[in-house]
T-cell receptor
Framework: EAGVAQSPRYKIIEKRQSVAFWCNPISGHATLYWYQQILGQGPKLLIQFQNNGVVDDSQLPKDRFSAERLKGVDSTLKIQPAKLEDSAVYLCASSFMTGGHEQYFGPGTRLTVT | RKEVEQDPGPFNVPEGATVAFNCTYS??????FFWYRQDCRKEPKLLMSVYSSGNEDGRFTAQLNRASQYISLLIRDSKLSDSATYLCVVNMGDSSASKIIFGSGTRLSIRP
């Protein structure tokens, strides 16, 4: 069974530039999550989708971050414009259902903003 | 007060030792609880779910104490390969919503 795919794996941009990350969840998984993990901290949930609807985006900085999952499968996360403090690993995860179910994580995208 | 709090460690213990760490959570209505393991520069992976009655998987035992609002993870006969960061995860949502919070993690280092 293929795991969660993410691209790119690494990205370096200058502040005020834009960047987009892509995630393809495990086939059949209805729930998709985007997390931000800053070095030395645990992952922070940015947004959670159930199919193509948003379940929780309370911690998404909506002035600069956006995410979509148009057909209920792939998802993209965009940052526009980037700030230095956005340097982190962006993790995508999926689960069969929402709530108390195992999440499978992709390898992450390591973003450096200079 | 953080919603989910863990002792960051590091815990440095000899191979074969027993080690335990706790994770406290702020919302008494939290629904589900998990322990994830994260190796350096890798993604988190589920170690075990935490059930109300407690559960055991080989050398690992997880417990939930709802009265004191904490979960625990016990590792017996620790191996070098157990060295990792252990993340506590709490779903603080109710039956109609989901609010997933990760702790900051506890670093464990097993020495030969």
């Amino acid at each position: 069974e293929a795991g969660v795919a993410q691209s790119p794996r690494y990205k370096i941009i200058e502040k005020r530039q834009s960047v987009a990350f892509w995630c393809n969840p495990i086939s059949g998984h209805a729930t998709l999550y985007w997390y931000q993990q800053i070095l030395g901290q645990g992952p922070k949930l940015l947004i959670q989708f159930q199919n193509n609807g948003v379940v929780d985006d309370s911690q998404l900085p909506k002035d600069r971050f956006s995410a979509e999952r148009l057909k209920g499968v792939d998802s993209t996360l965009k940052i526009q414009p980037a700030k230095l403090e956005d340097s982190a690993v962006y993790l995508c995860a999926s689960s069969f259902m929402t709530g108390g179910h195992e999440q499978y994580f992709g390898p992450g995208t390591r973003l450096t903003v200079t | 007060r953080k919603e989910v709090e863990q002792d960051p460690g590091p815990f440095n213990v000899p191979e074969g030792a027993t080690v335990a760490f706790n994770c406290t959570y702020s919302n008494s209505a939290s629904q589900s609880f998990f322990w994830y393991r994260q190796d350096c520069r890798k993604e988190p992976k589920l170690l075990m779910s935490v059930y109300s009655s407690g559960n055991e998987d080989g050398r690992f035992t997880a417990q939930l104490n709802r009265a004191s609002q904490y979960i625990s993870l016990l590792i017996r006969d620790s191996k070098l390969s157990d060295s990792a960061t252990y993340l506590c995860v709490v779903n603080m949502g109710d039956s109609s919503a989901s609010k997933i919070i990760f702790g900051s993690g506890t670093r464990l280092s097993i020495r030969p």
